[in-house]
């Protein structure tokens, strides 16, 4: 029998999701194949992100702002179907929901093996948007209500290390094979082997039912983002738009400014230590509530690690910096994903969810977009000591506002 999850709750208490039932384990079966889902999710993304700036640039001969373009298309759709995917996870059966989705992110894979153009892989690569965002929210929504309610913020810190793992392995793999095989088509059908995987995960998680009561709710604004999280979300995106202007544009700034032909997929192996070792030693200060202090040091690290990559031109300093911006974004991210969650009812989990995605989609398209201009007319290197300058306000604004109004708004 599928949970109903158009019933909503009498009391926002009470979590319908919740698993305890006297079993408290972290690693059970459903959070595994989530968690699975949502690596061969990542990875699938992971390994287009790099290849297809390099490629439209080489073999199709698309300018700089062109590019961006064709990055940016794909936020774009992406930061416009959140706020309607945390609606539809809060309104209607989170695993039917999730298989739909997920099944249209992966049949779009299927077009980048046949575009030759640039206009074929720009309509391909937005309208995916569509169907990543909508999957990445329905996907950690059921990974969060199939955790223990008391090993929830653990849980969320684990679960992003699939995404590091991806992240690890994606564009390495990726360029590897960009660079020795000379089938484009073979090497666009990588990510599409792991979406098909990750979609056979997700049939196989197994929701349990909820006797539930149903309760109206009317119709506004805050059904489709948390609106008591937009302080939380304009600090975020600040950082949103560094880090997806550095993991767009890395391969193109090592090789045609820096010299670098095989260096950005080391980087991307480093960075993804920096991230998973955060989120295994940080993860016990969440478990103690530490949640704001996570955010404050992660920031910290990855304005160090931008001065690294930006200002001190070294081979060494440009792997150090890797390392260090990986640990502050995996040191910052669940907590601040965790801080979403808790300003929240349980009832609005989903929505609270996509907010904290909506909030970095919104950075990062704009990063990814605003990057492609810029380095037009200036360079890479000019847009990297932006992104330092913007996670520097961005940090100074969670300091001084951000973290109190968490601190006086929070439910949990």
């Known amino acids: 029998m599928e949970m109903d999850d158009n019933k909503k709750l009498a009391s926002d208490d009470f979590d319908p999701y919740a698993i305890d039932n006297g079993d408290t384990r972290l690693w059970n079966r459903n959070y595994i194949l989530v968690m699975t889902a949502n690596f061969l999710l990542f990875f699938s993304l992971y390994c287009l992100m790099p290849i297809l700036p390099i490629y439209l640039s080489e073999q199709l001969h698309a300018g ?42 992966m049949l779009f894979n299927f077009g980048y093996i046949f575009a030759s153009t640039v206009l074929a892989f720009a309509l391909i ?136 032909y095989s260096g950005s997929g080391i980087y991307f192996l480093v960075m993804a230590s920096g991230l998973i070792m955060s989120r295994v030693f940080t993860n016990k200060w969440v478990r103690r509530g530490f ?20 200002g001190i031109q070294s081979l060494a300093a440009y792997y150090i910096s890797a390392f260090v911006i990986g640990l502050g974004y995996g040191t910052m991210c669940p907590s ?33 977009f605003s990057a492609g201009y810029i380095a037009e007319g200036t360079s890479y290197h000019t847009v990297y000591w932006l992104c330092l300058g913007l996670c520097v306000v961005g940090a100074a604004v969670y300091f001084l506002f951000t973290s109190k109004h968490y601190a006086r708004l929070k439910i949990r």
């Open 64 to 105: 700089r702002d062109i590019i961006g373009k064709v990055m940016g298309g794909f936020i774009v759709t992406g930061l416009m179907v959140r706020p309607f995917s945390g609606f539809l996870v809060d309104s209607f059966p989170r695993k039917k929901v999730l298989m739909v989705c997920y099944l249209v992110f």
């Open 125 to 260: 690569r937005t309208l995916q948007g569509f169907a990543f965002g909508s999957t990445s929210v329905s996907n950690s929504t059921v990974a969060i209500d199939v955790l223990p309610s008391c090993r929830r913020n653990e849980g969320i810190g684990y679960y992003g290390i699939s995404n590091n793992l991806a992240m690890a392995v994606g564009p390495s793999v990726a360029l590897f094979l960009y660079h020795h095989i000379p089938n484009i088509q073979i090497v666009f059908s990588v990510p599409l082997l792991s979406a098909m995987l990750g979609f056979a995960c997700v049939l196989a998680v197994k929701n349990r039912p909820r006797a539930l009561v149903k309760v109206q709710t009317p119709m506004s604004l805050d059904r489709f983002f948390l609106v008591k999280s937009v302080p939380e979300g304009l600090t975020l995106t600040t950082f949103a738009f560094a880090s997806a202007t550095l993991t767009t544009y890395l391969a193109i700034y090592s090789t045609q400014e820096l010299g670098l």
């Open 291 to 310: 949640i704001v202090e996570n955010v404050k040091a992660g920031m910290l690290l990855v304005i160090a690690g931008f001065f690294l990559f930006v």
């Open 336 to 368: 601040y994903q965790s801080m979403f969650i808790n300003l929240a009812p349980n009832s609005r989990r989903g929505t609270a969810n996509s907010s904290y995605l909506t909030s970095w989609d919104v950075g990062a398209g704009i990063g990814i």
